[in-house]
Protein backbone atom coordinates (compact mmCIF):
# COMPACT_ATOMS: atom_id res chain seq x y z
CA UNK A 1 0.00 0.00 0.00
CA UNK A 2 1.44 3.29 -0.74
CA UNK A 3 2.38 5.54 1.57
CA UNK A 4 0.55 8.89 1.85
CA UNK A 5 2.21 10.84 4.30
CA UNK A 6 4.44 12.81 2.05
CA UNK A 7 1.12 13.85 -0.06
CA UNK A 8 -0.61 14.74 3.59
CA UNK A 9 2.40 16.35 4.53
CA UNK A 10 2.23 18.66 1.81
CA UNK A 11 1.54 22.43 3.09
CA UNK A 12 2.22 25.57 1.46
CA UNK A 13 4.69 28.57 2.90
CA UNK A 14 2.65 30.64 5.42
CA UNK A 15 1.18 33.26 3.16
CA UNK A 16 1.00 31.15 -0.29
CA UNK A 17 -2.38 29.82 -1.74
CA UNK A 18 -0.38 27.31 -3.62
CA UNK A 19 -0.85 23.62 -4.29
CA UNK A 20 -0.11 21.40 -6.97
CA UNK A 21 -2.70 18.93 -6.66
CA UNK A 22 -1.78 15.36 -6.22
CA UNK A 23 1.62 15.36 -8.07
CA UNK A 24 4.69 16.14 -6.26
CA UNK A 25 7.75 18.00 -7.28
CA UNK A 26 11.45 17.65 -5.37
CA UNK A 27 13.97 19.61 -6.05
CA UNK A 28 18.16 18.10 -4.19
CA UNK A 29 19.13 21.04 -2.05
CA UNK A 30 22.61 19.86 -0.09
CA UNK A 31 22.02 16.48 -1.31
CA UNK A 32 18.95 15.62 -0.49
CA UNK A 33 15.34 15.53 -2.32
CA UNK A 34 13.03 18.64 -0.63
CA UNK A 35 9.16 18.70 -1.37
CA UNK A 36 8.93 21.97 -2.64
CA UNK A 37 5.20 20.82 -3.96
CA UNK A 38 3.58 22.80 -1.02
CA UNK A 39 4.24 26.59 -3.44
CA UNK A 40 3.83 24.85 -6.56
CA UNK A 41 0.90 25.72 -8.80
CA UNK A 42 -0.03 24.40 -12.39
CA UNK A 43 2.73 21.22 -12.20
CA UNK A 44 2.61 19.91 -15.69
CA UNK A 45 5.05 17.47 -16.46
CA UNK A 46 4.78 17.74 -20.30
CA UNK A 47 6.41 14.65 -21.51
CA UNK A 48 7.41 14.89 -25.32
CA UNK A 49 7.94 10.42 -26.42
CA UNK A 50 11.52 10.25 -28.10
CA UNK A 51 10.11 7.84 -31.48
CA UNK A 52 12.46 5.78 -33.80
CA UNK A 53 10.92 4.60 -37.38
CA UNK A 54 11.13 0.51 -37.39
CA UNK A 55 10.42 -1.05 -40.73
CA UNK A 56 8.60 -4.46 -40.99
CA UNK A 57 7.96 -6.24 -43.90
CA UNK A 58 4.74 -6.88 -44.95
CA UNK A 59 3.44 -3.42 -43.64
CA UNK A 60 3.59 -2.31 -47.21
CA UNK A 61 4.44 1.51 -46.34
CA UNK A 62 2.31 1.96 -42.96
CA UNK A 63 4.21 3.89 -40.19
CA UNK A 64 5.82 1.86 -37.73
CA UNK A 65 7.53 3.38 -34.74
CA UNK A 66 8.94 2.41 -31.14
CA UNK A 67 9.47 4.92 -27.98
CA UNK A 68 12.43 4.69 -26.78
CA UNK A 69 12.86 7.27 -24.49
CA UNK A 70 10.72 10.98 -23.18
CA UNK A 71 12.24 14.37 -23.22
CA UNK A 72 10.62 16.31 -20.17
CA UNK A 73 9.99 20.07 -19.75
CA UNK A 74 8.12 20.27 -16.66
CA UNK A 75 6.24 23.72 -16.05
CA UNK A 76 5.31 24.77 -12.47
CA UNK A 77 4.09 28.49 -10.82
CA UNK A 78 5.21 29.91 -7.55
CA UNK A 79 4.00 32.31 -5.27
CA UNK A 80 6.54 34.73 -4.16
CA UNK A 81 5.97 34.65 -0.33
CA UNK A 82 8.26 37.86 1.63
CA UNK A 83 8.58 38.38 5.15
CA UNK A 84 6.55 41.37 6.50
CA UNK A 85 9.38 42.78 8.67
CA UNK A 86 12.28 42.29 5.84
CA UNK A 87 10.50 42.39 2.74
CA UNK A 88 12.97 39.21 1.80
CA UNK A 89 12.11 36.15 0.22
CA UNK A 90 10.42 34.01 3.18
CA UNK A 91 13.22 31.79 4.89
CA UNK A 92 10.87 28.65 3.78
CA UNK A 93 11.11 29.59 0.06
CA UNK A 94 15.16 29.62 -0.07
CA UNK A 95 14.87 27.59 -2.58
CA UNK A 96 12.92 30.01 -4.76
CA UNK A 97 16.16 32.05 -4.68
CA UNK A 98 18.15 29.35 -5.88
CA UNK A 99 16.03 28.40 -8.96
CA UNK A 100 16.08 32.00 -9.66
CA UNK A 101 20.20 32.27 -9.55
CA UNK A 102 19.97 28.83 -11.78
CA UNK A 103 17.57 30.50 -14.25
CA UNK A 104 20.13 33.19 -15.07
CA UNK A 105 23.71 30.93 -14.55
CA UNK A 106 25.24 29.23 -17.91
CA UNK A 107 26.50 25.89 -18.06
CA UNK A 108 26.01 23.62 -14.97
CA UNK A 109 25.43 25.89 -12.57
CA UNK A 110 21.92 26.28 -14.56
CA UNK A 111 21.20 22.72 -13.56
CA UNK A 112 19.24 21.49 -11.08
CA UNK A 113 18.58 17.51 -9.79
CA UNK A 114 14.41 16.80 -9.25
CA UNK A 115 12.02 14.38 -8.82
CA UNK A 116 8.78 14.30 -10.16
CA UNK A 117 6.32 12.28 -8.94
CA UNK A 118 3.02 12.04 -10.82
CA UNK A 119 0.10 10.55 -8.63
CA UNK A 120 1.35 11.68 -4.55
CA UNK A 121 -1.44 8.90 -3.51
CA UNK A 122 -0.42 5.87 -5.19
CA UNK A 123 3.18 3.93 -5.39
CA UNK A 124 2.11 2.25 -8.75
CA UNK A 125 2.10 5.44 -10.95
CA UNK A 126 5.24 6.12 -12.58
CA UNK A 127 7.84 8.92 -11.28
CA UNK A 128 10.79 10.14 -12.39
CA UNK A 129 14.19 11.35 -11.24
CA UNK A 130 16.76 13.62 -13.39
CA UNK A 131 18.60 16.77 -13.98
CA UNK A 132 16.82 19.80 -15.50
CA UNK A 133 18.63 22.77 -17.10
CA UNK A 134 16.08 26.08 -15.07
CA UNK A 135 14.32 29.09 -16.89
CA UNK A 136 12.12 31.42 -15.32
CA UNK A 137 9.70 34.18 -16.39
CA UNK A 138 7.26 36.40 -14.40
CA UNK A 139 3.68 35.37 -15.16
CA UNK A 140 2.39 38.93 -13.22
CA UNK A 141 3.65 41.95 -13.61
CA UNK A 142 0.77 44.13 -12.71
CA UNK A 143 1.81 46.40 -9.68
CA UNK A 144 -1.15 45.55 -7.38
CA UNK A 145 -0.40 41.81 -8.65
CA UNK A 146 1.44 39.09 -6.45
CA UNK A 147 4.46 38.01 -7.42
CA UNK A 148 4.33 34.85 -9.50
CA UNK A 149 7.52 33.29 -11.29
CA UNK A 150 6.81 30.25 -13.91
CA UNK A 151 9.29 28.36 -13.99
CA UNK A 152 10.07 25.35 -17.51
CA UNK A 153 12.68 22.84 -16.86
CA UNK A 154 14.13 20.62 -20.07
CA UNK A 155 16.05 17.48 -19.38
CA UNK A 156 19.49 17.63 -19.62
CA UNK A 157 20.15 13.89 -20.66
CA UNK A 158 18.28 10.86 -19.58
CA UNK A 159 15.27 11.03 -17.33
CA UNK A 160 15.09 7.52 -15.08
CA UNK A 161 11.86 6.55 -14.61
CA UNK A 162 12.52 4.99 -10.62
CA UNK A 163 12.17 1.87 -9.86
CA UNK A 164 10.74 2.09 -6.24
CA UNK A 165 8.21 5.50 -6.11
CA UNK A 166 9.76 7.48 -3.34
CA UNK A 167 6.13 7.33 -1.77
CA UNK A 168 6.37 3.52 -1.21
CA UNK A 169 7.43 4.08 2.23
CA UNK A 170 8.36 2.10 5.29
CA UNK A 171 6.75 4.26 8.03
CA UNK A 172 9.95 5.18 9.41
CA UNK A 173 10.21 9.05 9.54
CA UNK A 174 12.16 11.30 7.18
CA UNK A 175 13.90 14.09 7.67
CA UNK A 176 14.16 16.07 4.02
CA UNK A 177 15.87 18.97 5.46
CA UNK A 178 16.84 21.24 8.04
CA UNK A 179 18.08 24.97 7.54
CA UNK A 180 18.87 27.69 6.78
CA UNK A 181 22.56 26.41 6.79
CA UNK A 182 25.38 28.37 9.76
CA UNK A 183 22.47 28.28 12.62
CA UNK A 184 24.12 27.26 15.42
CA UNK A 185 23.20 26.48 19.38
CA UNK A 186 19.59 28.32 20.13
CA UNK A 187 19.05 29.58 16.98
CA UNK A 188 15.18 28.43 15.11
CA UNK A 189 15.66 26.03 12.19
CA UNK A 190 13.08 25.14 9.67
CA UNK A 191 12.83 21.30 9.76
CA UNK A 192 11.05 19.34 6.60
CA UNK A 193 9.96 15.83 6.62
CA UNK A 194 7.32 13.70 7.14
CA UNK A 195 5.85 10.48 9.73
CA UNK A 196 8.29 13.52 12.24
CA UNK A 197 5.39 12.71 15.03
CA UNK A 198 6.48 8.42 15.60
Known amino acids: MSDQTLYDTTAPSEGSLALAHQRIIRLKQNGVFANITGD ?20 KGRTSQQVIGYN ?25 IDLMNAAYSEGALNLRDFQLITDALDERFPAFEGTFSV ?20 NDGVVEKLTESPIAGTGEPMLETAGPEGQGVGDLIVVRGYRLDS
Open 40 to 59: VNNLALNATPITVQREVYGT
Open 72 to 96: FAPTFDVEVVRDPVTKEIAAAQAWV
Open 135 to 154: TVAEANTGYADKGVLRFTLQ
